[in-house]
Every structure is written in C-alpha cells, then in structure tokens.
T-cell receptor
Framework: DTAVSQTPKYLVTQMGNDKSIKCEQNLGHDTMYWYKQDSKKFLKIMFSYNNKELIINETVPNRFSPKSPDKAHLNLHINSLELGDSAVYFC??????????????FGPGTRLLVL | QQQVKQSPQSLIVQKGGISIINCAYENTAFDYFPWYQQFPGKGPALLIAIRPDVSEKKEGRFTISFNKSAKQFSLHIMDSQPGDSATYFCAATTSNTGKLIFGQGTTLQVKP
C-alpha cells in the first residue's frame, strides 16, 4: 500500500483553467503539507495542515487554496492557472506538527504543465 | 534570501569513491538538519539527520559532519555506488515552525 498517494500523476492544462490535485495518506499522521518543486528542483513549502487546521501558509498567490476534508486528505485547488505554475507538486505527511525530529513522508508528486 | 545554501549543484563520482555535499545556513535558530534523497520521478525520502549538539552522525555509508561555529554541515557518502545516483537535499528546521527549508539540491551521478 502506498503511504502517501497523489492524483493525478500528470496534469497538462491550458492557461486560465482551474484544476485540483488530491492527496491521501494512510499512515495515520496528523499533519500534511504541500510543496512546490520548480524546474531547477528547488523545493519550497506552500502549506501545512494539522488535523484539518491550517498551520503554515507561505507567501503563495491566493489562486492556490488548500482544503483538508479530514486529516487523511489534503487537496490543492489552483484557480486561473499561469505558465509559472508549471512544476511538480508534492504532498507530504508527518506524525505530528511542530515536533522537531518528525520525518516527513513525501508522495510521488504531481507533474503540472500549463500551456 | 536563500537560508540554506547547498553545493555543488552537480557531482560525478566513480564507483567506490567518496561523494561530499556541503551546506551552509544563516539562521542560528535552526536546530535540526535532515538530508533527503530523491530518485528521478519519485518524492524525496529522509536519508539521515543530525542535531547541532552532535558533530558527526554515521549510518552505514552515509555520514553527516556538522560544524556549528561555521554554520556548515556536509554529507559524505563512502564507497559510492551507482544506486546512490540521485538528487540530495539538505534541509533545516526549527522546533517552533515545523517548516523544512531546503537547499537547492545536488544531483549525484556515480559512474560504474
């Protein structure tokens, strides 16, 4: 069983469209994250939820809106997609938030290409 | 502002050699330093981590060396193998934020 899964794996869309990426973890963790990895492989945190509550909200355009229906799921909705949104988006989870030595477990990534 | 600077960007090592990746940080509030390994098409996975009160940590062929006064730490891969070919990220975090701040990544190629 995949610990952290994301759908879709690939997403190709036109500029201006709205799209969603879904993430599910079956590890029983309380905390989930969204990261963006750009074309140069730079990884940057976007959001984090702890037990459905937003705890990290980095400087991200408000076109990006995370939603956590329960602590096992964290979705990312992107409005009015722009060319610069093309990247790989990774979901991750950890047992607890704000615990220094918590391991974050990453999903396989969603490769988004905006044309 | 890049809080964690990583070098080199890419590294080619012969099988059996030592791979060394360096990182430097600015924020003295960082108090946990993990390294993540990412294979092509996969998500990053934790490899090894260290706290700043320890100068060295070894797990198998992987060793982290930590220099608190210089605000630098490095990953050494001994007896590098082709299966080690991947991108390696250093990272840093503080206990009150839970945010992992990543370095820029180093793409390692180990030649047979």
């Amino acid at each position: 069983d995949t610990a952290v899964s994301q759908t879709p794996k690939y997403l190709v869309t036109q500029m201006g469209n709205d799209k969603s990426i879904k993430c599910e973890q079956n590890l029983g963790h309380d905390t989930m994250y969204w990261y963006k990895q750009d074309s140069k492989k730079f990884l940057k945190i976007m959001f984090s939820y702890n037990n459905k509550e937003l705890i990290i909200n980095e400087t991200v355009p408000n076109r990006f809106s995370p939603k956590s229906p329960d602590k096992a799921h964290l979705n990312l909705h992107i409005n009015s997609l722009e060319l610069g949104d093309s990247a790989v988006y990774f979901c991750a989870s950890s047992q607890r938030a704000l615990n220094l030595e918590e391991t974050q477990y990453f999903g396989p990534g969603t490769r988004l290409l905006v044309l | 502002q890049q809080q964690v600077k990583q070098s080199p960007q890419s590294l080619i090592v012969q099988k059996g050699g030592i791979s060394i990746i360096n990182c430097a940080y600015e924020n003295t509030a960082f108090d946990y330093f993990p390294w993540y390994q990412q294979f092509p098409g996969k998500g990053p996975a934790l490899l090894i981590a260290i706290r700043p009160d320890v100068s060295e940590k070894k797990e198998g062929r992987f060793t982290i060396s930590f220099n608190k006064s210089a605000k630098q730490f490095s990953l050494h891969i001994m007896d590098s193998q082709p299966g080690d070919s991947a991108t390696y990220f250093c990272a840093a975090t503080t206990s009150n934020t839970g945010k992992l701040i990543f370095g820029q990544g180093t793409t390692l190629q180990v030649k047979p």
